[in-house]
């Protein structure tokens, strides 16, 4: 009852033609190439980045709005999560206090 069935592989009807035969072929090289020259490496070329004092208060300001809201999206979902505890314990407490009042009847 538990065993898997497995299917039956069916005999192969008609007539089954055999492989083809692969005879080997010998291989050429092709002619040599000379590799390329080698090149002297570049010098690191990084461009500077120049701080004004307008794009430094740019991302001082750019950085306080994503604290900020990145800090009121956590806000708000710690109180959500707050009020749903709330809500649960009191209905959890009404519950208990309909269950208890239908015993004592």
């Known amino acids: 009852m538990f065993r898997p069935k497995l299917p039956t592989m069916p005999q192969p009807t008609g007539t089954v033609t055999p492989p083809a035969v692969v005879e080997p072929t010998t291989i050429t090289p092709g002619t040599p190439t000379s590799p390329p020259a080698p090149t002297a490496p570049a010098p690191p070329s ?54 208890n009042a239908q015993h004592r009847r």
Do not use: D, E, K
């Open 46 to 99: 990084r461009p500077v980045v120049q701080l004004t004092p307008g794009t430094a208060l740019a991302l001082v300001g750019g950085g306080t709005a994503v604290v900020l809201v990145v800090g009121a999206v956590l806000v708000s979902m710690l109180l959500a999560v707050a009020v749903t505890a709330a809500s649960l314990a009191i209905c959890a407490l009404v519950i208990r206090s309909l269950v």
